[in-house]
């Protein structure tokens, strides 16, 4: 079996933590009304970071922890939504700032699936090129940007954050299966910012109507869509998974879930017939980080020893797009 191993994970959190009693004081709303829908109490927010910075801080955590240096990696993943640029890509600045010379980067975009798609990707390259030895795939978010602070229904749920993992090829146990439903992009999105250049005749652009009428440059949710949709792709893509390799789901030991909101962990559990002691959660003290949110706590299991060497794990996740991914794989 053609595998990989994750042979590093770092982390990086901005130091401000903003509560539910923080945010009170902002909008209309308060810790008990947060913590009963979504199980969050508090979340990390950037405090003057750039994006690259908390993903090159994670990045160079896990090259130490891999015992590598960053000339030693052959391919840079960035997983985020919020780039500080248009273009370069923010795995392209990373690479300068962690002395990755020898690597190839490219930025992904899958929302908060992205960390699953990346270390997907991440196998596929190094099992065609045999020259390839490390992968590293950086996820870092800062939604803050693009999160609208008056909006208590989507404000609440949002933090900032990165993680990174060094991964190289191995014959450990290793099936994935990575999904998308377009349909669904009109359920969560964010505009770019509208530049109106010196030729323009037309009154409205066309994303300013139709399906994507509501939304801003901040988040948009419509939260009962993306509910119905993450309940059921959380425990389908784990099953699918499971299924290419023939494996019961109940000898997965750790599932590590997208951290989007308690009552979706809770529900994918159920489906799965999985007790909800089998997954890794860390939302209440971080919110939804999207593609971050899923090594974040894969490092935190991983550095507090609640995960260990030979541990079969499912990471699952979903995200905008509609996307939805998991990967079986053993630490």
């Known amino acids: ?30 810790d008990e009304w947060i913590f009963s829908r979504t199980g969050i109490r508090s979340r990390r927010i950037a405090n003057g970071e750039a994006t690259w910075e908390m993903g090159a801080a994670a990045a160079e955590e896990a090259l130490r922890s891999a015992g590598i240096n960053g000339s030693e990696v052959g391919l840079i993943i960035d997983t985020t939504i919020t780039s500080d640029f248009s273009t370069p890509s923010m795995a392209c600045v990373i690479q300068s700032r962690i002395g990755a010379g020898n690597a190839a980067a490219f930025d992904l975009g899958a929302a908060c699936s992205g960390f699953v798609y990346g270390l997907d990707a991440a196998k596929r390259y190094l099992q065609t090129d045999p020259e390839l030895k490390y992968v590293l795939v950086v996820s870092n978010e800062k939604l803050s940007n693009i999160t609208d602070y008056s909006d208590r229904s989507s404000c609440i749920l949002f933090g900032d954050g990165a993680a990174a993992a060094v991964v190289t090829r191995s014959e450990k146990l290793y099936s994935s299966y990575i999904g998308a439903n377009g349909n669904g992009a009109k359920f969560l999105y964010a505009k770019n910012h509208k530049v109106l250049h010196p030729f323009r005749t037309a009154e409205t652009d066309s994303i300013e109507t139709g399906e994507f009428a509501n939304g801003s440059v901040f988040l948009f949710q419509d939260g009962k869509e993306v509910y119905k949709f993450a309940t059921k792709a959380l425990p389908s893509a784990a099953k699918k998974a499971a299924e290419k390799i023939n ?16 009552r979706i962990i809770e529900a994918a559990a159920k489906n799965l017939g999985v007790p909800m002691d089998k997954f890794v959660v860390n939302i209440k003290e971080h919110g939804n980080t999207s593609s971050a949110s899923i090594p974040i706590a894969l490092h935190e299991a991983i550095t507090s020893g609640q995960v260990k060497r030979g541990d079969k794990l499912c990471l699952v996740g979903f995200g905008a797009g509609l996307t939805l991914g998991a990967i079986i794989t053993e630490y």
């Not at 994970?9 to 401000?16: E, H, I, K, N, V």
């Not at 109940?250 to 989007?260: G, L, R, V």
């Open 1 to 30: 079996m053609f595998g990989i191993e994750i042979v590093g994970t770092g982390a990086y959190c901005p130091s401000l933590s903003v509560t539910n009693d923080d945010l009170a004081k902002v909008v209309d709303t308060s």
């Open 247 to 262: 494996m019961d789901i109940n000898n997965i030991d750790w599932f590590i879930p997208h951290q989007a909101n308690i």
